[in-house]
């Protein structure tokens, strides 16, 4: 198999320090020292409808992101996504899409919903251009930040600037999952109108999520969460921004490990791996082709060697083993063949080293216990 891939340009080091010392220093803006070190408050409060802390670090977020407003929900990313398209869409709208599987649960709201996707390919801009003319009762567009086939480069800020000069009024809501923290920009920072990620991807708690983008758009969504019980509440709103704290740096440190795994695994480090891509799938993540189909039996024994099988939030403050696990959902819609020979590994918190011993043993033990023998002159590794 060959193929090329397209990942994300991830911050360095230095940049990602930039967004640390940024970000905290944001945070003494908007805070007296004495409210850091508490856990928050709770409750309605009267006038704004949600803890005073919670408010407070949605003004933060907004600051540090250069947005109009922010907003803390519930549901991860998959709520923030499932309200921001509540803020402009109704069901029977259209919205436009990229011609590639939808992420699963953006899917599923979108089903639930009535909302019809009408496909295009973003890399081409007669194509998005024809499908926006075709399409008048088109609604809004939604972009994943991160690539949803191995063979899409399309570049964010370049495909919002094209959306704009053919219509300018479509709402356009980013999902940057797994790019928040890790690209240089986010989609609300390049003239989208909403960018929802999930804050447990980014080491908060479990089921928050943040909206970032136009006024009007939140204050709807606000209103759609007027409950007590759909507030984010202070603790769990002071939680996700100590963890946003610690992302970029912890993400930074990641991305160099996958640099230099691509590096050894494609200088021969390692028998019976063809080779191996970084790509963003759906986080960026190393993906390895064997020479032989062997992909679920190199699972099964990475497993018994300390790797993670399978995500908890993918990239959430409980996962710090390297994470051994098949191949996208979305890439595998786009090419189910790569179940057999293929394998992604997200290093989270772990070393170089730890990752090549227990992919070494998992491939030779994987390739011992094939069932089916080599022919006689066969060699098993090529």
């Known amino acids: 198999m060959s193929m090329e891939t397209y990942p994300l340009d991830s911050l360095s080091i230095e940049e990602a320090m930039y967004r640390q010392f940024k970000l905290v220093d944001v945070m003494t803006r908007h805070f007296r020292g004495e409210e850091l070190l508490s856990l928050g408050d709770l409750g309605v409060v009267k006038g704004i409808n949600k803890p005073r802390f919670t408010k407070k670090i949605e003004e933060t977020l907004a600051d540090f992101f250069g947005t109009e407003k922010a907003m803390l929900v519930r549901g991860a990313g998959t709520g923030a996504l499932r309200f921001g398209f509540m803020s402009f869409l109704k069901p029977g709208d259209e919205i436009l899409v990229h011609d590639a599987p939808i992420y699963p649960t953006s899917k599923t709201t979108l089903e639930s919903m009535g909302i019809l996707p009408i496909y295009t390919d973003f890399h081409d801009s007669e194509q998005i251009k024809d499908a926006i003319l075709k399409h008048p009762k088109l609604k809004g567009v939604l972009i994943q930040h991160t690539r949803q086939k191995i063979e899409d480069h399309y570049d964010l800020a370049e495909t919002i ?12 809501i980013t999902d940057d999952n ?32 943040v909206i970032l983008g136009k006024n009007d758009l939140i204050e709807k969504i606000e209103k759609l969460n007027y409950s007590g019980g759909s507030q984010v509440q202070g603790y769990e709103a002071l939680e996700a921004l100590r963890g946003l704290i610690y992302a970029p740096v912890m993400l930074a440190i990641q991305a160099s490990v996958n640099d230099q795994l691509v590096h050894s695994l494609n200088n021969g480090a390692i028998k019976g791996v063809k080779k191996a891509y970084l790509a963003n799938a759906q986080s960026k993540v190393l993906l ?95």
Do not use: C, W
């Open 178 to 209: 797994y790019a928040a923290m890790k690209a240089e920009k986010i989609g609300a920072q390049v003239k989208a109108d909403l960018s929802t990620f999930s804050l447990f991807k980014l080491l908060g708690p479990e089921g928050i999520g």
């Open 288 to 382: 390895v082709e064997f020479v032989k189909p062997i992909a679920e039996k190199v699972l099964h024994h990475a497993n018994e060697l300390g790797a993670a099988p399978h995500p908890v939030g993918a990239e959430s403050k409980y996962e710090f083993a390297p994470m051994f696990y098949r191949v996208s959902g979305t890439f595998l819609s786009a090419d189910p063949s790569l179940a057999k020979k293929m394998i992604r590994i997200n290093p989270l918190r772990s070393g170089p080293e730890t990752i090549l011993r227990i992919l070494n043993i998992s491939v030779h033990r994987a390739i011992e216990n094939l069932s089916v023998n080599p022919s006689k002159g066969d060699d098993i590794y090529e």
């Open 161 to 172: 600037k094209k959306i704009r000069s053919i219509h300018s009024d479509l709402v356009i």
